[in-house]
């Protein structure tokens, strides 16, 4: 029997968005069979920092933890896209000190997590649907936030949920940035794919290293 707890932002905690749909947590359970639980403690519009709030009510019994949050935190800096520069390098460097903050704060939060001595994955921060106006700057300007997880996660052996691929259709999403109910369904996919691992040659959908 497995427990997995999902902890961090709207991507997990996405029941108001779905127009009574099935939320992520219900639908990780319907990919899961019967002897595995699972827990949503993530809350809808969480950044970094709320993480170490909700590991405080992770149950005793949980087996496994998975994080997506870092989405809140980017949408906190989106006033650097309409500041002025006079060249290229200006604009990186204004991203860069972001990327040293975020990077610091994420890889705190995931020492927390970790302590917890559990299997865990963290989900990259996913794409706007590709029909929304600015798509190309969003994914340009999310890779630095990107390459803050995937440092952090591969820096602690940390499983990749990578949700860039996982939700790559516009039906993947309710708003530019909540899942749907069929993006939640990949995402439960996904989770499922890192809880209960397919036999090999099976198509990737966790990258790990």
Same mark, same amino acid.
């Given at each position: 029997?497995?427990?997995?707890?999902?902890?961090? #932002?709207?991507?997990?905690?996405?029941?108001?968005?779905?127009?009574?749909?099935?939320?992520?947590?219900?639908?990780?359970?319907?990919?899961?069979?019967? #002897?595995?639980?699972?827990?949503? !403690?993530?809350?809808?519009?969480?950044?970094?920092?709320?993480?170490?709030?909700?590991?405080?009510?992770? /149950?005793?019994?949980?087996?496994?933890?998975?994080?997506?949050?870092?989405?809140?935190?980017?949408? +906190?800096?989106?006033?650097?896209?309409?500041? &002025?520069? #006079?060249?290229? /390098?200006?604009? !990186?460097?204004?991203?860069?000190?972001?990327?040293?903050?975020?990077?610091?704060?994420? +890889?705190?939060?995931?020492?927390?997590?970790?302590?917890?001595?559990? &299997?865990?994955?963290?989900?990259?921060?996913?794409?706007?649907?590709?029909?929304?106006?600015?798509?190309?700057?969003?994914?340009?300007?999310?890779?630095?936030?990107?390459?803050?997880?995937?440092?952090?996660?591969?820096?602690?052996?940390?499983?990749?949920?990578?949700?860039?691929?996982?939700?790559?259709? #516009?039906?993947?999403?309710?708003?530019?940035?909540?899942?749907?109910?069929?993006?939640?369904?990949?995402?439960?996919?996904?989770?499922?794919?890192? !809880?209960? &691992?397919?036999? &090999?040659?099976?198509?990737?959908?966790? !990258?790990?290293?």
């Amino acid at each position: 029997m497995g427990h997995v707890v999902l902890l961090g #932002d709207s991507i997990f905690d996405n029941g108001r968005y779905v127009d009574g749909g099935p939320d992520v947590v219900a639908q990780v359970r319907d990919a899961l069979s019967e #002897d595995w639980r699972a827990t949503l !403690l993530a809350v809808d519009g969480d950044v970094i920092g709320g993480v170490a709030r909700q590991l405080r009510s992770v /149950p005793p019994d949980a087996t496994h933890l998975v994080v997506s949050v870092g989405g809140n935190d980017a949408l +906190g800096y989106r006033h650097l896209l309409q500041r &002025p520069v #006079d060249s290229v /390098p200006e604009a !990186l460097l204004a991203f860069h000190d972001v990327q040293r903050d975020v990077g610091r704060a994420y +890889g705190s939060m995931l020492d927390g997590v970790t302590a917890r001595g559990l &299997p865990v994955a963290v989900c990259t921060i996913y794409d706007t649907p590709a029909s929304e106006p600015g798509y190309a700057v969003v994914r340009t300007a999310l890779a630095f936030f990107n390459d803050c997880i995937t440092r952090a996660a591969f820096a602690r052996d940390v499983s990749v949920v990578d949700l860039r691929l996982v939700c790559d259709d #516009d039906g993947d999403y309710a708003n530019p940035i909540e899942p749907s109910v069929q993006g939640g369904r990949k995402i439960a996919a996904a989770i499922s794919a890192f !809880l209960l &691992p397919g036999p &090999p040659g099976s198509r990737p959908v966790v !990258l790990a290293r």
